[in-house]
C-alpha cells in the first residue's frame, strides 16, 4: 500500500504508483508546511524538507516510465524549494545532534542565524511561487491513468529493471570500499539513497518478506556514509557562523573546538561502514526472491 492509502499492486502501472505517491508527498507538505509558518517547532521545518526529497526521488524513481515536461517541472520546483528550506534544517541538526556543548556566544550567533534561515523558508513556503507548485502538484496526483496506461508496463516488471540497475550501481560503486576518496564516498552514498528511495517505494509489487530487512540495510549504510560525511558538513555550518559573527562576538576558538569535535571519531565511522557494507551485500534481494 503506498503512504497515501491507494493499494499498490504487482499489476499497478507505475505511473498509478508516482501519482499515488506524490498525493502522499503533497500531503504531508502542507500539513508540517503550516508548522513552518506558524511556528518555530524543528519538526516543520524537518518534515516538510522529508516530503520534498522523497517526492523528488519518487520522480527520479518513476522516470523511465514517467518522464515528461510537467514531471520535470515540478521536480525542479520541489528542488528550489528544498533548498530554501535545506539551510535551517541542517544548522539545527549541526547544533542539536552533531556537536555537543556548543559555548553560549555561538549558540547566540547561531540561534541568530536560524532566525534568519527560517524567514527563508517561510518566504519561500508562503510565496505565489509555491503555490503555483502546490495546484501544479495536486493537478498531477489528482489526474487518472488512461485505458492505455493501465494495460501497459506492470509495476513488478518496472521494479525489476529499476532495482536491478540501482542495486548494481551501488555494487560497483562500493568496490575497494577502504581505498574510497571522499567524493567516491559521496557518490556512493547518494546511490544508496536513490537505491533505498526505490526499494520502498516499489516493495509493494512484491510482496516479499525479503523486502524489510533489505531495506533495513540500505538505511543503515546510508547512515554510515552520512556519518561520514559529517566533517564536510561540519565545515560548511562553521563557515556559515563565523561570518555571521559580528566583531564583538569572539567565536574563532569556540569554533575551533567545534571542528575538532566533529571530526573525531574518524576510525569508528570507517569500522561502522564496513560492517553495514558487509551486511548489505548478504541482503537478499527481494525483487529476486
Not at 178 to 202: C, V, W
Not at 252 to 265: D, E, H, I, T
Request: aromatic letters at 6%; hydrophobic letters at 40%.
Amino acid at each position: 500500500m503506498s503512504a497515501s492509502g491507494q493499494k499498490l499492486t504487482p499489476e499497478t502501472p507505475p505511473e498509478a504508483a508516482l501519482r499515488a505517491i506524490a498525493a502522499s508527498c503533497r500531503a504531508d507538505l502542507a500539513k508540517y508546511r503550516e508548522i513552518v509558518l506558524q511556528s518555530r517547532r524543528p519538526i516543520g521545518i524537518h518534515q516538510a524538507r522529508v516530503a520534498l526529497r522523497r517526492l523528488r526521488a519518487a520522480f527520479s524513481v518513476f522516470r523511465p516510465a514517467v518522464d515528461n515536461p510537467e514531471v520535470r517541472a515540478l521536480s525542479a520546483e520541489a528542488k528550489w524549494l528544498a533548498g530554501e528550506c535545506g539551510p535551517a534544517r541542517d544548522l539545527h541538526v549541526f547544533l542539536t545532534e552533531s556537536v555537543t556543548d556548543v559555548p553560549p556566544v555561538v549558540k547566540r550567533v547561531g540561534a541568530r542565524l536560524a532566525a534568519s534561515h527560517l524567514e527563508r523558508a517561510r518566504a519561500a513556503l508562503g510565496s505565489a511561487r509555491y503555490e503555483a507548485f502546490d495546484q501544479r502538484l495536486r493537478a498531477f496526483a489528482g489526474e487518472p491513468v488512461g485505458a492505455e496506461v493501465r494495460g501497459g508496463l506492470r509495476l513488478d516488471e518496472f521494479g525489476r529493471h529499476v532495482l536491478d540497475s540501482r542495486h548494481a550501481k551501488v555494487i560497483r560503486r562500493g568496490r575497494l570500499l577502504d581505498k574510497l576518496s571522499e567524493e567516491q564516498l559521496h557518490r556512493l552514498r547518494i546511490g544508496i539513497k536513490k537505491l533505498r528511495y526505490a526499494a520502498t517505494y516499489l516493495s509493494p509489487a512484491f510482496a516479499s518478506p525479503a523486502a524489510k530487512p533489505y531495506i533495513e540495510a540500505t538505511v543503515r549504510l546510508q547512515g554510515a556514509l552520512g556519518a561520514l560525511n559529517d566533517r564536510t558538513t561540519a565545515a560548511r555550518m562553521l563557515a556559515d557562523i563565523a561570518t555571521a559573527s559580528r566583531p564583538s562576538e569572539d567565536t574563532a576558538l569556540p569554533l575551533k573546538v567545534l571542528a575538532r569535535q566533529a571530526a573525531s571519531g574518524e576510525k569508528r565511522r570507517r569500522r561502522k561502514l564496513e560492517r553495514t557494507w558487509k551486511e548489505f551485500r548478504k541482503v537478499e534481494r527481494f525483487w529476486r526472491a
